[in-house]
Each structure stands twice: as structure tokens, then as C-alpha cells.
């Protein structure tokens, strides 16, 4: 019960931010800008069992990530230490939103790779991501502001 009452105030907590506008032009989500994003809701899925929300660190995904358009990598900004990268492999606009895409290996030495799929509507800045790796599957809800 009080794992559930946690999520209901993840949740409220996430509308919250959600509804406060945001005064940032629509050309900084078009890939001429760097971005800063952050994931505000993760739905982890299983093949076995439904999806469930997790928090982020559960799941090893980082706080605060950058988006570097001329680098074309997607960098994890809270770990000093490792700096974990991924390669963006494809970027295009369509349809009022920039679309990326792109595959990690994840931990070597470990079959953990995953292939990813991020939404960034170029109005509000919010994102979406799957990714999906062998029998799992991820979907992140968040939003990105110009860095």
C-alpha cells in the first residue's frame, strides 16, 4: 500500500510539472540547440509480466542527460565518473517533433543492449523514449529545456 500511495505522488508531482508553462521558442527543440532533459516518468515491461512504474536509478538511467546535437550523442550529466554515451544514429523532424534513434551496448560483458526511439515535440520540449532489449522494454516520459 504505501508503494502505491509513493507512485500516486510521482504522478501528481509529474502533472504538476506538466502543467506550468513553458516560455522557451519552439526553435530550441528543432537540433540547432543542445538540450538538457530529464525522465519524469519510466514504465518498465517485462515479456512475463505488465509494466510497472520504476524510478529512474532502479533502472540505471541517469538523472540528467544532455543531448549534443553536434556530437550526436545523447551523455549522462550526473556521472562524472563514467560518463556513459550514446551514439545518436539517426535525426529527423516530422510532424512538429524531432525524432532520434540510436542502439547502446549498455555494460560490457553483459547481454544488456538496448535499441532506443525518442519523441521530442518541438512546442514544449517534452520526450518520450522506448527502448527495447531482449524480452524488455522501457517507456520514459520526460522533458528537455535548451542548455
Known amino acids: ?9 510521482i504522478n501528481v508531482a ?4 506538466c502543467a506550468l508553462p513553458l516560455p522557451v521558442q519552439a526553435a ?9 532533459c530529464a525522465p519524469q516518468l519510466v514504465l518498465e515491461c517485462a515479456q512475463e509480466s505488465k509494466c510497472e512504474p520504476v524510478m529512474a536509478a532502479n533502472i ?5 542527460f544532455q543531448i549534443d546535437f553536434s556530437a550526436m550523442a545523447l551523455t549522462a550529466v550526473t556521472e562524472p565518473e563514467s560518463k556513459r554515451k550514446s551514439k545518436i544514429k539517426s535525426m529527423e523532424s516530422l510532424d512538429g517533433k524531432l525524432f532520434l534513434q540510436g542502439a547502446d551496448d549498455g555494460i560490457e ?4 543492449g538496448l535499441a532506443w526511439s525518442m519523441a521530442i515535440s518541438q512546442e514544449s520540449g517534452r520526450l ?3 527502448a527495447s532489449g531482449e524480452n524488455e522494454a522501457f517507456v520514459i516520459f520526460g522533458a528537455c529545456t535548451p542548455r
Open 60 to 64: 540505471n538511467l541517469p538523472s540528467f
Open 14 to 17: 509529474v502533472l504538476g510539472l
Open 28 to 36: 530550441s527543440f528543432d537540433g540547432s540547440q543542445n538540450l538538457l
Open 109 to 112: 560483458g553483459v547481454r544488456d
Open 128 to 130: 518520450v523514449v522506448s
Open 1 to 9: 500500500m504505501q508503494k502505491l500511495n509513493v507512485y500516486f505522488w
